[in-house]
């Protein structure tokens, strides 16, 4: 069965260590993947898109990788902050050209002061 | 980015009154818009794509005629809970996309409301 899988335990991190967060996913093949932050009792804000032919991407302190081969992407906040604490989100296209993603569980960051 | 307004962000109703959400997008024109429910420490869920202008597709197990969606102008999709219980109590976001855009292009949430039925 499709399956997106985050770690649904909450990580807690020291302020200024780097986060890593985990998706991975089973029979899809993803063209894009993007990242979104959700914070308690709010819509997710979008954060990140990576495409299948692209290994990494970066936007200021986040990093993306995206390993088709693994089925796996990792989200990297660096130099973490305790703003940079919620609830990150994984989500996919699972075909080219479609609007309606997939959305894994979400993994809750705490940056602990 | 593109702005998002969903509204209330909170209601409570009785069992078997209805409710309306509303979504609306505030500075662009959103053709389509996206209703999604979350349960605690579950993924969104995604349960209609709303139309401007024609009706909305439902996804597979979700009933159109508890959940109506109406998509009257470019800027206001709205949800309806018909005959709320209990188990409807959730979190409701919309999602919209700015027109023309590719699909790989973000989407833009509202704020979500929270539905107590009680």
Redesign the interface.
């Known amino acids: 069965s499709q399956k997106?899988e985050q770690n649904?335990e909450a990580l807690n991190i020291q302020e200024g260590k780097t986060a890593t967060l985990t998706c991975n996913y089973t029979n899809y093949s993803p063209?894009?993947l993007?990242w979104?932050r959700q914070d308690p009792?709010?819509?997710?804000?979008?954060l990140l898109?990576i495409?299948e032919n692209e290994k990494e991407k970066r936007k200021e302190r986040l990093k993306v990788t995206f390993d088709t081969t693994l089925k796996q992407s990792l989200f990297h906040i660096t130099a973490s902050q305790p703003a940079d604490s919620a609830t990150y989100?994984c989500a996919l296209?699972p075909t080219?050209?479609?609007?309606?993603?997939?959305?894994?569980?979400?993994t809750r960051l705490k940056v602990l002061a | 980015g593109a702005v998002v307004s969903q509204h209330p962000s909170r209601v409570i109703c009785k069992s078997g009154t209805s409710v309306k959400i509303e979504c609306r997008s505030l500075d662009f024109q959103a053709t389509t818009m996206f209703w999604y429910r979350q349960f605690p420490k579950q993924s969104l869920m995604l349960m209609a794509t709303s139309n401007e202008g024609s009706k909305a597709t439902y996804e597979q197990g979700v009933e159109k005629d508890k959940f109506l969606i109406n998509h009257a102008s470019l800027t206001l999709s709205t949800l309806t809970v018909t005959s709320a219980h209990p188990e409807d109590s959730s979190f409701y976001i919309c999602s919209a996309r700015t027109p023309g855009l590719a699909a790989w292009a973000e989407a833009f949430f509202g704020q979500g409301t929270r539905l107590t039925v009680v």
């Not at chain 1, 009792?41 to 979008?46: A, D, Q, S, Y």
């Not at chain 1, 080219?96 to 979400?106: L, P, Q």
């Open positions: 997106i649904s063209a894009y993007q979104y009792g709010r819509g997710p804000v979008f898109l495409r989100l296209a080219s050209g479609t609007y309606k993603y997939i959305f894994g569980t979400g």
